[in-house]
Structure formats: C-alpha cells, structure tokens
C-alpha cells in the first residue's frame, strides 16, 4: 500500500501546479498497477476530491479564483457528473478507455492553437458557464479526470480567460464535479475506499507544494509546461490501451 501513497504525493503536486483533479496522472499510472479502469476512475475521483478542495482554498487565499463565476461553472458540473454513475455502469472499459484518449487529444489541440496573449474581450457569461460545466462534467468525471484537462483550454482558447485565472477556475470547478461524481459512483458501489481514501490524503501534500509554485512562475512558461505534460499523458496511456 505504500506505492499509493507515494502516487498520491505526485498527483497532488501536478493537480496542484497545473489546476487539474489529478485524473489524467491517476488513472493512467494505475492502470500501470493492473486496476481495472473502473476501479482506477473511483480511486481518482475521490482523489480529485480531496486536492481540488484544498487547492482552490489555497488559490482563493491568493486572489486567484473568482469564485462567482467559478459557481456558475462548477452548478453544472455537478449536475452533469451526478449520471457519472449510471454511466460508468453501463459502458464498457474499452469504450471508457478510448473516450479518455479522445478527451485529452482534443484539448492538447485547442490548448496548443491558443494564443499566449488575449486581444479579445473576456466571455464570462454565466449560463454559458453552467451549459459548458454541464457537458464536462458529465464526459469527464465518467472517464476518472475532474473536467480541469478540458475546461482550461475551453475558457482560454473559446472564452478569452487568462490563463492563470481559468486554472484556478478549472480547479475549483473540479471540487464540484468531483464531489457529484463520488456520490454517484458510491452509490454505483464503483470505490475502493482503502486505496481512494490512501491516495486522496497523500496527495494533499503534494497539491500544497505545487500549489505554492504555480504561484510563482510566469503564464507563458506554465502554458508549455502543460502542453508537455499533456502530449506525455495522451503517450503514456496510448501505449497502455493500445498494449491491452
């Protein structure tokens, strides 16, 4: 068991420095670990849980999230994650699986054509926050991520956020598609609470170190940094899917 918490550690500090749950770190490294990717989603999103939470406190306290525009967000996100369960119920593993793969390649793309700078006015529409937390949450939280891979480079590449603003957004967004989702897969019996509840409090101090150094460093340096984790995610799990 002591693996998990050392997993923990590390989904924490990259949930923490890019403004993700965690889910595309998690769920690919266990499925390294032999999990089933139904067990490895609910062992995620307890973990999302926990980081997300503590996270967005730590950005809050930073100035950081604008938490009016980040409830709009997360309402539907949790509204949408709430059929989590049933659908990870009903789909099978390989289809999951490649939904994972289809996810995280449409973001790297619109993440990557995105510009550093905006010329144009910021769109923060609250019903178009609420339909786009929706969508997400329901998509995402069924293939273990929280909704950060894909919320980030919509508010950035379609709605003109900030980079740094949209991260924290997409982190607090996560503690409300999390939370629906744990419910829902609870309720689905779809949790390994022993290796969940090991990996969500390890990662906690990983989440505060990582947290501390988004901070610090500069949005154009943050952006390639997540572009390559992202492009090394979509490889890794690439390689694991298509091996089995």
Do not use: C, R
Request: proline letters at 1%; hydrophobic letters at 55%; zero cysteines.
């Amino acid at each position: 068991m002591f693996e998990f918490g050392i997993i923990g550690i590390f989904t924490g500090f990259f949930s923490g420095f890019f403004g993700i749950g965690g889910g595309t770190i998690l769920v690919p490294t266990l499925l390294y670990f032999h999990l089933s990717i139904k067990t490895a989603i609910g062992i995620s999103v307890t973990q999302m849980m926990f980081s997300s939470l503590f996270g967005s406190f730590l950005n809050y306290k930073k100035g950081l999230l604008k938490i009016d525009e980040g409830v709009f967000l997360g309402i539907g996100g949790a509204i949408g994650a709430s059929l989590s369960g049933i659908i990870v119920s009903i789909v099978n593993d390989k289809f999951l699986s490649y939904l994972f793969l289809f996810i995280l390649f449409l973001s790297i793309l619109k993440f990557f054509y995105s510009p550093d700078k905006k010329n144009k006015e910021e769109i923060n529409d609250k019903l178009i926050l609420f339909f786009i937390g929706f969508f997400v949450g329901m998509i995402a939280i069924s293939v273990g991520v929280g909704g950060a891979v894909m919320i980030t480079p919509i508010l950035v590449g379609l709605l003109n956020y900030d980079l740094k603003k949209a991260v924290s957004l997409s982190l607090f967004f996560v503690v409300f598609s999390s939370t629906s989702g744990f419910i829902s897969l609870s309720f689905n019996n779809l949790i390994d609470y022993q290796k969940a509840i090991l990996v969500a409090i390890f990662s906690l101090i990983g989440t505060f170190i990582g947290i501390k150094l988004y901070h610090k460093i500069n949005s154009k340096s943050h952006k390639k940094q997540l572009l390559l984790w992202y492009i090394f995610i979509f490889i890794l799990t690439s390689i694991k899917i298509i091996g089995d």
